[in-house]
């Protein structure tokens, strides 16, 4: 995996909001096949580096190749190989869930779109709610919604921002192993969430971001065996001392 | 706690929200551009106070005080616009069942250990100062009006506190469940009986404008306004009608002391009684407010994302699991025909509503352009002319189906696989034929009323699709550039006024600059003719299709401005 050429390759991005520094010379790489877990607190730059990566935001500093397409020079099929889904998906209300899925296909020149829907409205558990309007979802259907879109566009780069927010425990279920299964199928993922066991749970590597800046950049195994995880290696351990907040939290704890 | 701990404590609560609207719109004009909007916001509105107050067209010619009127004709004068404004309060109840209370508000209030009777005088209260701060509005209008405006103000405002509180009263009473017409509207969608109430008015004033080319044909040859009023006046019905109103009156064109202190002694009792009258009698409404409060927070909702006033209501109304309309792809199955058709279906299944509305409004174009005189050339120009501008700057305002109601998409939006201009154009395009086809209908409507037709027909129909859309683009690419989410009475509104107004300055701007310019080519052209003693024929055959070719490269230009503006957008900075 270490090998493959990456899918998603992001080089010294920098982002600024007037005075503000939200992401400090970032880089990083994602494989084929590998899902990079994105955490960090909150304000951290975690949705900023998203957005970014996706092309909602322009690209002020850095260098950022989507599918081996820069998305600077080529923003349209870096954008084509990517799917986004956002931690608050907003559907449009006029479309039925279908539409939906029609819409996103016919926007990414998805040919032969019906039978692919058919099966994502199963695995995602919205085959009740097909002809229902986006303005009537609530929060988790909209979620599985913002799911089955991004599946539908067979994408080569995956960018999730808190996608199991507002799930039942049914729904985080099938996400989770919907994840492990388009990974499978040679997907570069990038997963931001707060929720840490989901992060042990599916993420190859890590990537903690403090203020902006990557603090922390491995495998798992390899940021338990750092002097970041001297009391029994938990993620939130490793979380909270490469953020500093343990010290905040425990100073004698050191 | 006790009862009177609660209710002042509700009113701080009151005086809380009023202070924090005032600090909200104060720190809006923190920067040098808030500034800016904030004062031309306030100039606007005290300009246009001010013009109401001192301006030539003061008074009306419909003296309360004078102009030879009776005390009767200038009581029932009085009566009458209070009945009105009453009447279209009472329609508004019916969108209000129960008690309306803020999303903020709704659950925390009513978990409260706070009595039924306290919410209502709390709600009261805040609708208080609301209509205060309306009322000046009609102080205002009528200041010139009255024969004393110091009493008279009095009389105005205590009246509409009193219009409010009955409108109030009537909304409890539909939202009460002990009441048999509590029980009997319980689950009903009201807002449509009081928008169909409207529409039949609507509809009828209308109907009479087209029908009768004079008011004799309405009232007679021999009518006489002031003698229509003094047969009103003397009417038994009409003064037992109206009875309930005399003694708001009677204050409002209170002439002397004495006058002016019996009445606001008897007209401040009247309302102390109605006051809690209508809080005592509240009832059981909790499952009316329930419904009220969220249905108008999803109002208030659609409107934040930018859906005017119908739609957004439609929005709110539309019950969960309705039947949808389909649509064929019409636009075609490519990236920009699915952006149309997406657009299209929000068009087709929340707009029914705005689109009635906009028919009217080509309708009352129409009726306009049919005093144009002149030969059958200059007809069709000019009505052509008056119903696409009226119509387009009207129709685009308030049928918003492109970015401006899509800011809470925008994430999405931007992460298209779609060049940003394309985008713009396939977003903008169903709005755009929407409003053609009904400015198409409206001037040949013109044209077979009048029966006046000339080939210039042709240009000035083809020339609609171009306006419209140079315009709509306008429009769009300006809000993508100062993007805004405003609800009408919400905070911030003397701000949003100014920046409306500059925005709108901005646009005919711009508008007029694509206007010199064609107008520079052709009087070029016109020059070159001259020169070289050609036929001035040609060119003036040519002048329809050159501000064809000019209005389409002007919509081209703002496409492009639109697809940059789109780009530049930035999805974290706070709109308010």
């Known amino acids: ?80 190989a990517l799917a986004w889904v956002p931690d608050d998906p907003q559907p449009d209300e006029s479309l039925t869930v279908l539409e939906h899925l029609e819409f996103t296909a016919g926007v990414y020149g998805v040919r032969d779109w019906s039978s692919v829907a058919s099966g994502l409205l199963e695995r995602f558990d919205l085959t009740a709610k097909v002809d229902a309007l986006g303005s009537e979802l609530s929060r988790g259907m909209r979620q599985k919604l913002a799911f089955a879109q991004a599946w539908i566009t067979g994408p080569q780069v995956l960018l999730m921002d808190e996608p199991l927010s507002g799930l039942d425990p049914l729904g985080i279920r099938a996400a989770k192993k919907e994840i492990r299964e388009i990974a499978a199928r040679g997907a570069a993922i990038v997963l931001s969430s707060h929720l840490l066991k989901l992060i042990e749970e599916l993420a190859d590597r890590l990537l903690i971001i403090d203020s902006g800046r990557a603090v922390f950049s491995g495998t798992l195994e390899e940021a338990r065996e750092s002097d970041l995880a001297e009391r029994g290696g938990s993620l939130e351990e490793i979380f909270l001392r490469a953020t500093g907040a343990m010290d905040q939290d425990d100073p004698a704890g050191g | 706690m006790g009862r009177s701990h609660d209710i002042f404590t509700l009113f701080r609560l009151a005086r809380l929200h009023w202070r924090a609207g005032f600090r909200k719109q104060f720190r809006r004009m923190r920067s040098p551009s808030g500034c800016l909007f904030g004062l031309l916001g306030f100039l606007l509105i005290t300009g246009w106070l001010g013009l109401m107050v001192f301006g030539p067209g ?43 209370l803020p999303k903020s508000e709704l659950h925390a209030l009513l978990s409260a250990p706070i009595s039924t ?21 009609f102080v205002a209008l009528f200041w010139n009006r009255l024969p004393s405006p110091g009493y008279g103000v009095f009389g105005i405002l205590l009246a509409l506190f009193a219009i409010t509180i009955l409108a109030r009263m009537f909304s409890l009473a539909l939202g009460n469940t002990n009441l048999w017409i509590g029980r009997f509207f319980v689950g009903r969608a009201l807002g449509r009986v009081g928008f169909s109430v409207g ?123 309705a039947r949808v309309r389909r649509l064929p792809r019409l636009f075609g199955y490519g990236r920009l025909g699915t952006i149309a058709w997406a657009q299209l279906l929000g068009i087709t299944r929340f707009s029914l509503a705005t689109t009635l509305i906009g028919f009217i409004v080509v309708g009352l174009a129409v009726v306009m352009s049919l005093e144009i005189d002149g030969d059958a050339k200059e007809q069709v120009m000019m009505s052509s002319l008056m119903i696409t501008g009226l119509g387009t700057m009207y129709l685009a305002a308030t049928m918003r189906f492109d970015f401006r109601s899509s800011l809470s998409r925008m994430e999405s939006i931007k992460s298209w696989p779609i060049p940003s201009a394309r985008l713009f154009f396939a977003t903008v395009l169903p709005q ?118 000019g209005i389409l490269f002007a919509g081209w230009c703002f496409t492009l401005a639109g697809g940059a503006a789109l780009r530049r957008f930035d999805v974290s900075r706070q709109i308010s």
Request: aromatic share 8%.
């Open chain 2, 432 to 549: 755009v034929l929407l409003v053609t086809a009904l400015l198409v209908v409206g001037v040949l409507t013109r044209t077979l009323a009048k029966g006046v037709f000339h080939p210039a027909l042709v240009p000035c129909l083809l020339l609609i699709p171009a306006f419209v859309y140079a315009w709509v683009s306008l429009d769009n690419a300006v809000f993508l550039l100062f993007p805004v989410k405003f609800v009408p009475g919400q905070d911030g509104a003397v701000h949003h006024i100014g920046r409306s107004l500059l925005l709108l300055v901005l646009r005919l701007f711009l508008l007029s600059v694509a206007g010199g310019v064609l107008a520079l080519i052709i009087f070029a052209m016109y020059g070159v003719t001259e020169a070289l003693e050609m036929d001035s024929g040609v060119i003036e055959s040519a002048v329809p299709w050159i501000l064809f070719a």
């Open chain 2, 199 to 321: 529409m039949v008015i609507w509809a009828a004033m209308i109907g009479l404008l087209v029908m009768a080319d004079t008011p004799g044909e309405i009232f007679g040859d021999d009518w006489s306004m002031d003698e229509l009023f003094q047969a009103a006046s003397e009417s038994p019905a009409v003064i037992a009608l109206l009875a309930p109103l005399r003694p708001f009156a009677e204050l409002v064109v209170a002439e002397t002391t004495g006058q002016f202190l019996t009445w606001l002694a008897v007209n401040v009792g009247v309302l102390v009684l109605l006051f809690e009258l209508c809080a005592r009698s509240a009832g059981e409404i909790r499952e009316a407010t329930l419904t009220t409060s969220e249905a108008l927070a999803k109002r208030i909702g659609a409107m934040r994302k930018g859906h005017t006033g119908l739609a957004a209501m439609g929005r709110a109304e539309r019950k969960a699991g």
């Open chain 1, 1 to 80: 995996m270490e090998t493959a050429t990456p899918l998603l390759s992001v080089r010294n991005l920098t982002r600024r909001f007037d005075a503000v520094l939200a992401v400090d010379d970032l880089s990083f790489e994602v494989a084929p096949g590998e899902i990079l877990g994105l955490v960090g607190p909150n304000g951290a730059g975690k949705t900023t580096s998203l957005r970014t990566i996706a092309g909602i935001l322009p690209v002020q500093s850095g260098e950022i190749s989507v599918a081996g397409r820069d998305l600077k020079s080529d923003p349209m099929g870096a954008k084509s």
């Open chain 2, 58 to 100: 003061r008074g009306g010619g419909m003296d309360w005080g004078d102009g030879g009127q009776s005390e009767e004709v200038r009581m029932l004068l009085v009566q009458a616009f209070l009945a009105a404004f009453g009447f279209l309060s009472l329609m508004g109840a019916f969108n209000a069942k129960g008690l309306y």
């Open chain 2, 117 to 137: 009777s306290d919410l209502v005088r709390y709600r009261l209260f805040v609708d208080g100062g609301k209509t205060a701060l309306s009322g000046v509005i």
